[in-house]
């Protein structure tokens, strides 16, 4: 295993600043090719994009930093069982494809800017969008906070430790601050396109590095066959892992679909068959993408023995480092994975970022606190709440450097809120007798089920792995509840505009 | 409702309006791929059977070129799904105004 020091020169560095310097200089296209001031054209680059930047900005905004950090540190704790993660993958552009022909269409007719334009025009209830926005901004959130951590290890793995943790987060973040600004979803499509790529190259490396080093996964295979510790990482789980196994595929199938940043990319689509044919690619991305994050954790585990929880999650850089010091065809491999994943998290980060802005201008501000703004007005605080909240995250990240956290665990704190927004999607544009007060007590209901097992499991009240009752999730119970709630609401209290017809 | 794709008409903005019969006319499709019979009892029976609770617990089984069958199967059942997307969404995916 290598002990962490390597030689790699300035050349990385070089590397990275030519990278970034690329993006800056994209940005300023996008703000050069921007039609307008308006919200459209910053936030959904004014509804224009072609095939080829839909689909890498889906690509790039899909996976992020914790699929090739996150998804390889979670193979590597859990074993065979977390080739759950290609199935959910998928599954997210399956639910995708049971809602997003309706709501693309709605798009188009009304023109909505956010997921919360649909919310209200279906349900015109204030709370509800209110609640939505709010859950959806929380999950994005603590989504950036996850990708500011991968930032602060890529970029100290890269630099060989030149570059701080803090410094490259900062260096990063002020970078993304500067396209985004500059030109909206246009910049962060066009760099997300750049950022696709890369990680189309990184991915590919990391490929030939699992099929070529130490005799690949038949190798890795055996060693942990024969390891008495690691064995049971290859066994067919038990009941209490087949609860967890399909709570798992609930939490990401329906929580991850919901992504309003994903959604806003519908509605960025120059057309449908731009759209039709960017999700359909997508669905089969979780094979070179999941699979090989899956296969690099599955493969450490012969490799790398005892890691912690935050360690784990580090898998990834550790498997390249330990080869880094191979020939120079290797080196410079490493070094374009290492770029990939700064691209990878940067891409999903500005996306995040900017799906914020758009939610808390467009629902909240101009709603709400200042219905007579201006369409620059609204862009204008948009930036400043933009630059605001990634100043608050940035600290934040410093702080949960002080306390160690996995990666794995602000990806649950996301996902189980985010996921009670799905049947205001899922029922909501198909069953004509749900109401607005239906969806809201469903949503609220299932929000603080999720809140009350979630902190039961982090207090140790429900002992079934840190998990809620039964080992299942405490969105998925939150979540059944919420469906439950809708259901029967919408069964015996109809909504008022369907009884009248 | 005009057709907006491949045109160079500007898209509305949403204001807030609630036109709940435009809202329905304009939701309801034809042709998608959840309308289609088999479509949700195959992505079922696909998720269903990439869960190995069929198999002996604490079994590793045989190993095929690197992984036990049973991750193979859940890879498989995966695959599966996806395919199942892509017909969807290229097959049944249709707007009354959709040129291609």
Known sequence: MNDGTYELGIAPIIMLAIYLLVMIAIGWAGKVSSKENSLRDFYLGGSSFGIFVLFLTLFATQYSGNTMLGFAGRAYRQGGTYVVSIMFMVLTITVISIYGPRLFRLSRAFGYITPADYIY???????????????????????????????????????????????????????????????????????????????????????????????????????IASNQNQSEKLAVPGWEGIRAWFSTLLLLMFGASVYPHAIQRFFSARSLRTLRLSLAGLAFMPFIT????????????????????????????LMLLDIINGNDLIRWLVMVVFVALIAAIMSTTDSALLSIQSMVTKDIYAVYINPEASQQDLLRTGKIFGWVLIAFLVAMTWV??????????????????????????????????????????GVVVGTAITLVLWVGAALGYWDAGGRSPLGISAGVWGLAANYTICIVGGVFWPDGEFVRG | MKNRDNSDLPLPEYKGERDMKAFWQVAILKKEPSKQKWFLPTLIILIIGSVPWYRVEGEMGNVLFGFPVWIWT???????VAILTAIGILRFWRDDDDVS
Request: proline share 2%.
């Open chain 1, 400 to 441: 949960s450097q002080q306390t160690e956290s996995s990666i794995w665990l602000l990806i649950k704190l996301k996902l189980e809120f985010m996921v009670q927004i799905s049947p205001v999607f899922l029922l909501g544009l198909f069953w004509q007798r749900l109401s607005g007060t239906s969806i809201l007590c």
């Open chain 2, 74 to 80: 859940s890879i498989i059942c995966s695959l599966g």
């Open chain 1, 290 to 317: 999941t699979m090989l994050a899956f296969v690099l954790g599955f493969i450490a585990i012969s490799q790398f023995t005892d890691l912690s929880p935050f360690e784990s999650d580090q898998v990834t850089l």
């Open chain 1, 121 to 223: 025009h279906r349900f015109g209830s204030h709370w509800l969008r209110v609640i939505c926005v709010i859950l959806l901004c929380w999950g994005l959130a603590n989504y950036i906070l996850e990708q500011l951590v991968a930032m602060g290890h890529a970029i100290e793995g890269l630099s060989g430790g030149r570059i701080d943790f803090m410094s490259g987060v900062v260096l990063l973040v002020i970078v993304m601050l500067i396209y985004e600004t500059l030109g909206g979803m246009r910049s962060v499509a066009w760099t997300d396109a750049i950022q696709g790529i890369l990680l189309f190259f990184g991915f590919s490396i990391i490929l030939y590095i699992v099929l070529t080093v130490n005799g690949g996964l038949p190798a890795a295979t055996e060693l």
